[in-house]
C-alpha cells in the first residue's frame, strides 16, 4: 500500500536531539529512574506539578533556540511535499514549540498533534488522529521517531514504524520497528519502494 502521510518526531528527528532528560528530572526533584517526565508530573501535587511545568517549559524554550537540524531534515520534508505526502507532526511537546521550530528553520508542517490535545506516545491516539485529519488509513502512513514511544504508537495505530538510529540506545528499540534508517533522507526510499 502507497504511502500517503509520514508523521515525525521533532527532537531527535527533525531536529538534532537537545534534551538532557536526566538534568531536567534533577532539577524537578525526580529520581532519575522515575520514568517518563510527563507521567511522573501527572503524580505531583498541583504545587509540584506547577513548578515542574515552569522547568520543563524553560528546558522547551532553550531547545528551540538552540535546536538544529538533522541532516536530510529538509530535502526530505521538500521532497514528501513535492510528491504529494502529508507530513505531520507528532510531540510529546508544545504546539507553539512545534511552529516555533518550523518558523526558525523555514520548514511546513502540515498537521501537528502535541502533547494538550490528548493521551500521549507511546499512545495510538496522535498517530490516528494525524491519519484522520490528512484522510489515511495508518496503513498508508509512516511514523518516523528515534525514540521507543514513536515506535510504540506506530504499532498502536496500525502505521508503519521507522527507527532513526542516530543514537546509542538505538539497538535497544529496533526490535520495535519495520524499518531502522540511518539518515532521515533514508525515508524517501521506503516511500518510493511502497509505490
Request: aromatic share 6%; hydrophobic share 40%.
Amino acid at each position: 500500500m502507497s504511502v500517503k502521510a509520514v508523521i515525525f518526531d521533532l527532537d531527535g528527528t527533525i531536529t538534532q536531539p537537545y534534551f538532557d532528560f536526566d538534568a531536567i528530572r534533577k532539577e524537578m526533584g525526580l529520581d532519575k529512574n522515575s520514568g517518563p517526565i510527563l507521567e511522573s508530573m501527572q503524580k505531583m501535587t498541583p504545587q509540584q506539578r506547577q513548578r515542574a511545568e515552569q522547568i520543563l517549559r524553560h528546558h522547551e524554550g532553550r531547545a528551540v533556540i538552540e535546536s538544529k537540524l538533522n541532516p536530510g531534515a529538509r530535502q526530505t520534508l521538500s521532497a514528501l511535499r513535492r510528491a504529494g505526502v502529508g507530513i505531520g507532526i507528532l510531540t510529546r511537546n508544545r504546539r507553539s514549540n512545534a511552529e516555533a521550530i518550523a518558523v526558525k528553520h523555514k520548514l511546513k508542517f502540515d498537521a501537528i498533534v502535541d502533547r494538550d490535545d490528548g493521551p500521549v506516545k507511546p499512545d495510538a491516539f496522535g498517530v490516528l488522529r494525524l491519519c484522520e485529519q490528512f484522510g489515511v488509513k495508518p496503513q498508508q502512513t509512516l511514523v518516523v521517531g528515534d525514540y521507543l514511544f514513536d515506535l510504540l504508537s506506530a504499532k498502536a495505530a496500525g502505521a508503519a514504524a521507522v527507527l532513526l538510529a542516530n543514537h546509542e540506545r538505538a539497538d535497544e528499540f529496533a526490535r520495535h520497528a519495520d524499518f531502522t534508517i540511518q539518515n532521515i533522507r533514508q525515508v524517501l526510499q521506503i516511500v518510493q519502494d511502497k509505490k
